[in-house]
């Protein structure tokens, strides 16, 4: 079975940038398509971005496009999420999550992932 495991989140003023990594470990998961996703308090987990296996094709929400970027390092297993001039309302957890093998898709549904990580936090001070 595999894990996904999120890191590099963390506390950074308005207009700041993080670099979050999501490496997979296990035989399985590095062949998937991923996606991040992201919940804040009282609110519904939202789609982020997503990355198909091979890194040709990408997909971001409407709220994030020219901020963030979606990539993956197919040696080391990892998908990386750079967030850019970063803004309050971006502070929330962030997860990981992985759909299926070799997908080529980049879909927003979060039912069609069957593998999450713990996910890390981010916050935005204003």
């Known amino acids: 079975q595999g894990q996904l495991v999120e890191s590099g989140g963390g506390l950074v003023q308005t207009g700041g940038s993080l670099r979050l990594s999501c490496a997979a470990s296990?035989?399985?998961?590095?062949?998937?398509?991923r996606a991040w996703f992201r919940q804040a308090p009282g609110k519904e987990r939202e789609f982020v971005a997503a990355?198909?296996?091979?890194?040709?094709?990408?997909n971001s929400a409407d709220s994030v496009k020219g901020r963030f970027t979606i990539s993956r390092d197919t040696a080391k297993k990892t998908v990386y999420l750079q967030m850019n001039n970063l803004k309050p309302e971006d502070s929330a957890v962030y997860y990981c999550?992985?759909?299926?093998?070799?997908?080529?898709?980049?879909?927003?549904?979060?039912?069609?992932?069957?593998?999450w990580g713990q996910g890390t936090q981010v916050t935005v001070s204003s």
């Open positions: 999550a992985a759909d299926k093998p070799y997908g080529l898709g980049t879909s927003r549904n979060q039912k069609e992932y069957n593998y």
């Open positions: 296990g035989r399985s998961l590095s062949s998937y398509g």
């Open positions: 990355i198909n296996w091979l890194g040709t094709s990408t």
